[in-house]
């Protein structure tokens, strides 16, 4: 593909995740976007369906995980690429759901910070923005 057209395709995908993102609260459950957006610091923990919950996050994570590997794809057309990033993605998703549940169980006893910032790996698309440019260096060191 020319590399204009390849930018192109990128950056829709990209806005693709921004459209994601911004109509997640009608898409997904999660009473933790309110919960998060307001004083959480004074207010109980909401009450949620867990199951219900998890299913939503998985599905969001899924979601956005297609998207960032076409991303991943259009940039670089390597397999080898995708090959890791699956793996990472996985194993980021099942170290990252584990953790949640265990603050959830906790009713997040160990600070909400973490619970917060754990979630947002969960739900954002933050590992291909941490990937693209991680791949793209290795790509040049490579070259060299």
């Known amino acids: 593909m020319r590399k204009r057209f390849r930018i192109l395709i990128i ?9 994601v993102r911004a109509f997640a609260q009608k ?11 307001n004083d959480y610091l004074y207010q109980a923990v909401p009450v949620f369906v867990m199951s219900k919950l998890f299913l939503n ?8 995980l297609i998207f ?9 057309q390597k397999w080898s690429v995708i090959k890791f990033s699956v793996k ?8 990252f759901m584990l953790a949640y549940y265990i603050l959830l169980q906790t009713g997040f006893s ?12 969960l739900i954002h698309p933050i590992f ?5 440019p991680a791949f793209y260096f290795q790509e040049k060191e490579n070259k060299l």
Do not use: E, H, W
């Open 68 to 76: 960032s590997l076409v991303i991943l794809y259009v940039a670089f």
């Open 27 to 37: 898409l997904f459950y999660d009473p933790f976007i309110q919960y998060f957006k």
């Open 11 to 19: 950056l829709g995908l990209f806005f693709i995740l921004i459209l």
């Open 57 to 64: 996050i998985f599905l969001r994570y899924s979601l956005n």
């Open 110 to 121: 160990k600070g909400y910070l973490l619970a917060f910032y754990i979630r947002r790996f």
């Open 128 to 132: 291909v923005l941490i990937l693209l």
């Open 88 to 95: 990472f993605y996985t194993i980021s998703f099942v170290v």
